[in-house]
């Protein structure tokens, strides 16, 4: 075998065809360009989504702010200039496709590598082979990697000298946020592109290419479908291209032959296929931190509906109730507090409610608790009370226990002037309430309860809406009054 024959598998690639093999070496199945390299599935077994996957830049439905004539990222493609790039999107946006697409549009050598099963012998494979070819041939390499956060610190970091020396390009695929998943020194070294979910027109304009292209599609087969089948694949799809075409393919498969041959796929035959919309979410990712956040904010602005909406969201993706039940009890503390005294015991008893009759009908103890709290009166006054003497208790010098506010259980503890001075409170009161609102105990301060050194702080600083407005009115008269000097040690 010639040098040029064994070139190629020097660097990882299959060995070129002798040139004296003719048409017996021409009529061999040959590999499909930009495709995984050992990957000689037959077109007619992959699935429709991998069939129609666009083959050129004109192709790519969708994220036009990247991919429009003139961008940035297209022009770089064009001239065979591409930086190493982190592709971020949800899933079906097109992370796969792009990097497919530069593969067949650039004269580099592409090798993808999927993060769920490569380890750190595969990517000094592929860096070894990507040298010899750079060293012989000037050709460069792309190294794409599919859902590249599944990558630990030390494979990332593998991967970092060799993009920084330009021994390779970089492509890298994530449904998750870059700034939490790659490591920053990689990061600093490429673009971080953001892919968006297709839009149901997009989605149309796929189904619709796949419904007529014969060569690829389901042209062949004679499909049509009914205006409201493919609205219903748009909208069950949530953007997803790879799971739009699924769909159709599903009910296609399923569709009953007409007396002419044609099929026709309306919707009740795609709803039975569907049977449920696939929900985007990850219970440690990005998307389940984004859901909370969402119904946190909707309860701090008192929005019923939006509140039970998120919540709906994270139930039926596959939230752990309990784990919802333990964020609403955080809320009744942080954010409705004492304005109603009511929120935790309602949440704590939601709590109880999932515990005890689990799964789906815990589900309306807890909307019982998400709509009570988005309609309560709102005071984060406990929650800046707390951090506010826990920044004391940092800051300052812990001074020891006033001695009046200590107990003397025993001899020398009395002889040491514990307790020395302390003021019963019932004896003082009398059991009488403060004149100006019964609902509270006298507002006269008997003594002091801090170290002297924060004895005129006010960390309670309580709001006007519900239950605290009369906290605030009985807390002004208590702290304009002056207690009695402790009495002096001995």
Known sequence: MSDDQVQGSLFGEAPLAPRSAGRAAASRPQPVEGAPEGDQTPAHAQPLA?????????????????????????????SDHTPSMILWGPPGSGKTTIASVIAQTTQARFVPLSAVTAGVADLRRV????AKLLRATGRHSILFIDEIHRFSKSQQDAILPHVERGTVT?????TENPSF???AALLSRSRVYTLH????????????????????GLGAARISLTDDALGYIANMANGDARAALNLLELGASVSLPQPDGARLLDLPTVEDAAQHRALLYDKGGEEHYNLISALHKALRGSDPDAAVYWLARMLESGEDPLY??????RFATEDVGLADPHALPLCMAAQQAVHFIGAPEGALALAEAAIYLATAPKSNAIYRAYSAACEDVRATRNDPVPLHLRNAPTRLMSEQDYGKGYIYAHDSYGGAPDPADPQRPPPQRLQGYLPERLAERAYYQPGEQGAEASLAAWLRRRRQTTPPEPPASE
Not at 58 to 67: I, K, S
Not at 170 to 174: R, V, Y
């Open 127 to 130: 860096v070894d082979d990507a």
């Open 197 to 216: 979910a297709l839009s149901d027109d997009d989605i149309l304009d796929l189904l619709r290419r796949a419904l007529s292209d014969e060569s690829r």
């Open 170 to 174: 970089l492509i890298g695929a994530t």
């Open 181 to 183: 998943e790659v490591n």
């Open 50 to 78: 991998q069939r129609m996957r666009p083959r050129t830049l004109d192709e790519v439905v969708g994220q036009q702010h990247l991919l429009a004539p003139g961008r940035a990222l297209r022009r770089s493609i064009e």
């Open 324 to 329: 919802i039940a333990r964020r609403l009890v």
